[in-house]
C-alpha cells in the first residue's frame, strides 16, 4: 500500500471492538406489534464478509458472497432471475442498472456481469470497497486510493480516471458514489464533489466536513455509504464528525450539521434518520438540519444504517433483529428475526417488500400488513 501513500483504518474492527467494558445493550422488553409484519419469503447467497451493498432495480435485488456468487433475485418472490460464481473473493459490490452488473474482487479486479454472465474484468490500481456504480452505459469506481475511474460497460474499456491526493489515512468502509441528472458525484474526503461523468472533470465541489484535531485519526472525515437522495438534494454522512445536504445542480451546501456517527442516512421530504456510534436513533428536519427526535431504545445494538418505508423505519443490529420503528419518534412498531447473525447491510425496499441480507448469507423479505 505505500505504493499509494495511505493506509486504511479498520474502522469496523474499532467500532465493534468487545471488551470487557463494553456497555450492555438495553433490554427490548416484550415485542409490541403494533403493526402485522409477515415473512414474504427467504433465500441465501453465502457468508457476507465485505461491506455489502445491496442494489435495488425495479422489482430484481442484486446481491453477492464474499466468495464471489452473485445473484439477481425477484423481489416479489425470492426466486433467483440469475446466479454467478466467480471464483474469486470479493471486497465491493454489487452496482448494476438492471442490465449490467459489477463487483470488485480482493485482487482488485472489477468484473462485469450481464444477464447471469460474466462479460470482462478490468485490473484496478488500489483496493476498493465502494461497490461500482453502473449508469449511462459506463461502470464509475471509487477505489481507497482516493481515485474515480471510468469504464465502458459493453466492453471494459477503461475510460478515463481522476487521482485525488488527500491524508495518508482512508476510510475502511464503502464510499458515496451516485448519479445525479447528468453529474457524477463522489464523496471525495470530507467533500462532496460532483464530475463530469464523460471525462471526470470537476464541476463543483461542496464540504460537508473538514479534517480537524491533533492526529490522522481524528482528522478522518471522510463521506460513508447511505445517502438520502429528493431530487437534485443529497444528503450525506461525514464520518464521526457531521451531516450535510448539498444542491447537486450548483455544488451549495443547504446545511451541515455536527453529528457522530459512521453508518448512512436515510430520509423522505421532511426528515433525515441516522444511527448514532453508540446506536441512538436520531432524526433531523431536512430542511435545516434542526434535530426532531432520539431514541435510546437500541444503544449498543451494532446497528445498521436504517430505512424509512412509509411510516415505518427499518434498522437492522447485531443479533440479526430487523427492527420497526415508528418515523414519528421511534417507538417500536414490531420486530422480526433472522438466522442470528448480524445484518450485514442496510435493509433495502423493493415495492411492498423490506429485504435484509444477513453476515451468514441469509435473504430474507418481509412485508408489513
Given at each position: 500500500m505505500s505504493r499509494f501513500g495511505f493506509l486504511l483504518l479498520l474502522v469496523g474492527a474499532l467500532v465493534a471492538c468487545a471488551g470487557p467494558g463494553k456497555p450492555k445493550p438495553v433490554d427490548l422488553g416484550p415485542n409490541t406489534q403494533l403493526i402485522g409484519i409477515r415473512p414474504a419469503w427467504s433465500s441465501s447467497i453465502g457468508a457476507v464478509g465485505f461491506p455489502l451493498h445491496i442494489q435495488v432495480v425495479g422489482d430484481s435485488v442484486f446481491v453477492a458472497a464474499s466468495n464471489g456468487v452473485v445473484a439477481a433475485i425477484d423481489a416479489s418472490t425470492g426466486a433467483d432471475l440469475w446466479r454467478l460464481a466467480l471464483g474469486t473473493t470479493l471486497s465491493a459490490g454489487v452496482g448494476s442498472d438492471g442490465h449490467y452488473a459489477a463487483v470488485v474482487s480482493r485482487e482488485n479486479e472489477l468484473i462485469s456481469v450481464t444477464t447471469g454472465k460474466e462479460t470482462w474484468r478490468q485490473k484496478l490500481s488500489a483496493l476498493t470497497l465502494t461497490a461500482p456504480l453502473v449508469a449511462g452505459n459506463r461502470v464509475f469506481v471509487l477505489s481507497t486510493d482516493r481515485s474515480?475511474?471510468?469504464?465502458?460497460?459493453?466492453?471494459?474499456?477503461?475510460?478515463?480516471?481522476?487521482?485525488?491526493?488527500?491524508?495518508a489515512l482512508v476510510l475502511s468502509q464503502p464510499g458515496v458514489l451516485l448519479a445525479v441528472g447528468d453529474t457524477l458525484v463522489a464523496g471525495l474526503g470530507g467533500r462532496l464533489v460532483g464530475m463530469n461523468p464523460t471525462n471526470g472533470?470537476?464541476?463543483?465541489?461542496?464540504?460537508?466536513?473538514?479534517?480537524?484535531?491533533?492526529?490522522?485519526?481524528?482528522?478522518?472525515v471522510d463521506?460513508?455509504?447511505?445517502?438520502?437522495?429528493?431530487?437534485?438534494?443529497?444528503?450525506?454522512?461525514?464520518?464521526?464528525?457531521?451531516?450535510?445536504?448539498?444542491?447537486?445542480?450548483?455544488?451549495?451546501?443547504?446545511?451541515?450539521?455536527?453529528?457522530?456517527?459512521s453508518t448512512g442516512l436515510h430520509?423522505?421530504?421532511?426528515?433525515?434518520?441516522g444511527t448514532e456510534s453508540d446506536g441512538r436513533i436520531q432524526a433531523w428536519r431536512r430542511a435545516?438540519?434542526?434535530?426532531?427526535?432520539?431514541?435510546?431504545?437500541?444503544?449498543?445494538?451494532?446497528?445498521?444504517?436504517?430505512?424509512?418505508a412509509g411510516r415505518s423505519l427499518v434498522i437492522g443490529d447485531g443479533?440479526?433483529?430487523?427492527?420497526?420503528?415508528?418515523?414519528?419518534?421511534?417507538?417500536?412498531l414490531n420486530r422480526m428475526s433472522t438466522d442470528g447473525s448480524p445484518i450485514a447491510a442496510g435493509p433495502v425496499l423493493s415495492g411492498k417488500t423490506v429485504i435484509a441480507v444477513t453476515q451468514r448469507g441469509g435473504i430474507y423479505g418481509f412485508r408489513p400488513e
Open positions: 474515480v475511474s471510468a469504464f465502458d460497460a459493453a466492453s471494459g474499456r477503461k475510460l478515463w480516471q481522476q487521482q485525488r491526493n488527500g491524508d472533470n470537476v464541476r463543483w465541489e461542496a464540504p460537508i466536513a473538514n479534517s480537524r484535531g491533533t492526529n490522522e485519526v481524528e482528522r478522518l463521506l460513508v455509504s447511505g445517502i438520502s437522495r429528493l431530487g437534485d438534494q443529497v444528503c450525506v454522512r461525514a464520518f464521526q464528525s457531521a451531516l450535510g445536504c448539498v444542491e447537486t445542480d450548483k455544488g451549495r451546501v443547504v446545511w451541515s450539521s455536527s453529528a457522530s456517527g430520509g423522505n421530504e421532511t426528515m433525515l434518520v435545516d438540519g434542526e434535530r426532531l427526535w432520539t431514541s435510546d431504545r437500541l444503544r449498543y445494538r451494532v446497528l445498521t444504517a436504517p430505512l424509512l443479533s440479526g433483529t430487523l427492527h420497526f420503528l415508528s418515523g414519528q419518534d421511534g417507538e417500536p
